[in-house]
Each structure stands twice: as C-alpha cells, then as structure tokens.
C-alpha cells in the first residue's frame, strides 16, 4: 500500500510527448510540467494534479489501492475533456510498477501500459505505452521525467 509514497510532494517534470500515434512516427514534444502529489484516504490512495503550462492544460490522477487484490487502479482526467478515463492496474514488483488496462484511441480498442521506473528520493520515471494488437507489439508515446522541486 505504500509503492507511490515516493510520489507525495511537489515535482519539475520534463515531458516528451510523442505527437502522431501509430504512424512509425519519431516525432517528440518535449515541453516541461509540475506536479503535486499528496496521499487520500490514510494512505490507500493519492490523487496528483500536473500543469502543462505550454499546452495549457491541466491532467489528474487517482491511485487507489485495492486491498484484497493488493494491487493498484490508476485514473486519469485531463482539463481538455473532463473524463476520468478507464483505469489500468497493476503492482510493483523489484522497483518498478507496470499497469495495465483497456482504452480506445480515436475509436478504435486499445491496451495501455503505464511503467513506473527509476525510482529515488528525487526522481522518478513514468512512462506510458499503448498496443493496438493486443499487446503483441508496444509504442512508447509518452514520457515524464519527474525531479523534486
């Protein structure tokens, strides 16, 4: 229950966004981002808010610990459609967290992986992949390089 505790507290993030999606593109936005991070519900949870200052939107997550299952579901909204999209789930295993889920993208049913890595007391690395074959082949399409503000 205490894998995202390294989260809580303030964050400089460094994005790299990759801008066309299943197209074998290699085309990155690289722009910055800061991030607050703080714990809910005693400690089964934590909810983090990012500003994107250059792409003027804000983005939300929730991460709820489910204590049967002892593993993580992690939500996230964005400022520019106001949903709280379909979570992925999963646990830390050896210091790095993969969670997985189902999602769409522009219609059409995807996977999402969501990696959390190189985890210290002052940084952290998020990482973000989706398959539209079912998880055969992944696309990298969105990294976050967090350091503690």
């Known amino acids: 229950m205490n894998d995202f505790d390294f989260l809580h507290g303030s964050w400089t993030v460094v994005n790299r966004r990759l801008k066309t999606l299943f ?3 290699d085309d990155w936005d ?9 714990p809910i519900l005693g400690g089964g949870g934590n909810a983090d808010e990012i500003f994107f200052p250059e792409q003027g939107f804000h983005g939300f997550t929730l991460r709820l610990f489910d ?3 002892k593993e993580w579901s ?6 520019r459609t106001g949903r709280l999209e379909p979570p992925v789930v999963g646990t830390f295993t050896g210091g790095r967290g993969d969670f997985y889920g189902d999602d769409t993208y522009e219609g059409r049913p995807i996977r999402a992986h969501f990696i959390w890595s190189d985890i210290t007391d002052t940084s952290a ?4 992949e989706f398959s539209a074959d079912g998880g055969k082949t992944w696309e990298s399409n969105w990294v976050m390089e967090l350091t503690r503000s």
């Open 30 to 38: 690289v722009f910055p981002g800061t991030a607050t991070c703080r």
């Open 125 to 128: 690395r998020w990482e973000q």
């Open 74 to 79: 992690i939500y996230w909204a964005s400022s």
């Open 67 to 69: 204590v049967d299952r």
């Open 23 to 25: 197209s074998g593109s």
